[in-house]
Structures are given as C-alpha cells and as structure tokens.
C-alpha cells in the first residue's frame, strides 16, 4: 500500500478501489461492483481491521486459521464500513 500510495498520489486525499465481480446466478450472467472511497489510504486499512474484530468479538469463531474473507460476514462488514464513514456504492 505504502508503494501505491506513493507512487500514484495525485496530491487529492483519499483512495478510491472498485470490485468488479462476474458469475452465474440462478442460472443467469450477473455482474456485481462495489465501489469504495475514504479520505485517508491508511486510516481506510484500519478501519477495515476495526470492522473486522468487532464481528470477532460478537461471534464464537473455532479457533483457527482463517483468511479474513472466509471468516467474516460479508453484508455486515460493507455495513460497518459504511458506518464508520466509508462511502461504498454498489451496482
């Protein structure tokens, strides 16, 4: 991050990032994206850890190893990002 912040920096605060996902649901093509944005590139990292332990400590996780994605409940992270004022369009 510290390298993509550096090296793009365009003297505007904040990082901007956009998913954009393709499948097949219900039979059906579907193109999924989330678009987010923050102020601040490494306050934005943080943040993320942030929603991350709070649904740590509200669930019972079996303790082990776990990439992020895998252990967290993805509707309440966007959720708690949103909150703690993360600006995320979804499409």
């Known amino acids: 991050m ?7 920096y ?7 990032f956009m998913l954009i996902a393709n499948g097949i649901k219900n039979g059906l093509q579907k ?3 989330l678009k987010a944005f923050y102020h601040d590139a490494f306050e934005f990292t943080a943040l ?4 991350c332990v709070n ?8 303790p082990n190893l776990y990439l992020m994605g895998n252990l ?7 959720a708690d990002l ?7 369009t979804e499409s």
Request: net charge positive; no cysteine; glycine share 6%.
């Open 2 to 8: 510290h390298w993509g912040v550096h090296t793009f």
């Open 10 to 16: 365009n003297q505007k605060p904040g990082i901007e």
């Open 31 to 33: 193109e999924f994206r």
């Open 48 to 51: 993320a850890i942030v929603a």
């Open 55 to 62: 649904q740590y400590m509200d669930n019972k996780f079996v």
């Open 72 to 78: 967290l409940n993805h509707n309440r992270l966007i």
């Open 82 to 88: 949103k909150k703690l004022g993360v600006r995320m």
